[in-house]
C-alpha cells in the first residue's frame, strides 16, 4: 500500500491505481516493511491506532490491512545458529537427507512459534477495531503472491531476501521456488484460519481474507538482479 523500491516510481501502489466510481478519500499509515506487531504498537503506529478507535477516530467505510509477509520473511531470515524455536527454516542435520515435501525445511518448532505470534497480534489488531465505532467496519486482509527468490533487492542496500537465507540454509535451489510458494501457502492458511476463528465466534464481525495468490502475476526470471 506504500511504495516497494526505490525510486518509489519504479514499483506499483495499491491506492493510487484503483479506479473509483465516485470521490473517495484514502488514509494511507503503511510504512515499507511494517510486521503486523508494529500495527498493535502504541510506540511504533499511534497515528493508525488513533484513526482506528479513539476519541479522535473516524467511521471508515473500509479498513484494508497489508500484514504477515514482512513477518514471514523476517522469520526466514534468522540465521541457523539460532535455536530451532527462533527460526522458520530448518538446518540441514534437522531434515532428512532427501527432503520428502517441503515441510522438511521449516523448522516445526519455529512455525509453532511464528503461528502463536501471527495469531496474537492479529487478535490484538482486531481487537484495537472493536474498541471504537469502526467495530462493524469492514477489515480486509490478503494473501501474498508466490515469490521467486533471486539476488534481488529494492535498492538502496536492501534486500535481497529470501535467496541469501536459501543457501546459507542448504536448501538445493531446484526446491526454492517449491519452498517459497509453500511458505506463502501456509501464512494464507495461518490467515484464513485466524478470520474463521473470529467469524465462528461473531459472525457480524466484518473480517474478510482477499486471496491474491491467483491474480494471474508472471513469476520473475530466477537470475533477474
Known sequence: FSIGAFPPAFTTNVPLQMVLSKSAVIVDCARPGHVLQHMTSTSTDRMFLRQ??????????????????????????????EPANRRMLATPGERPAQAVGMDDYISAAGWAVFVAHISTVFNRLVAARNKGQNRRTPMLFHTYAHLTPRPSGAGLGFGPWLQPWLQR?????????????????????????????????????????????????????????
Open 52 to 81: 482506528l478507535a479513539e476519541r479522535r477516530s473516524r467511521r471508515w467505510t473500509a479498513i484494508m490491512v497489508s500484514g504477515g509477509g514482512n513477518d514471514l520473511i523476517d522469520a526466514v531470515g534468522v540465521p541457523p545458529t
Open 169 to 225: 540454509f542448504g536448501v538445493p535451489e531446484a526446491h526454492w521456488a517449491a519452498l517459497a510458494a509453500h511458505l506463502i501457502d501456509k501464512l494464507a492458511a495461518l490467515l484464513q484460519s485466524l478470520v474463521d476463528q473470529h467469524v465462528a465466534a461473531d459472525p457480524a464481525c466484518a473480517l474478510q481474507l482477499v486471496d491474491t495468490r491467483t491474480a494471474g502475476l508472471l513469476a520473475a526470471d530466477t537470475q533477474a538482479a
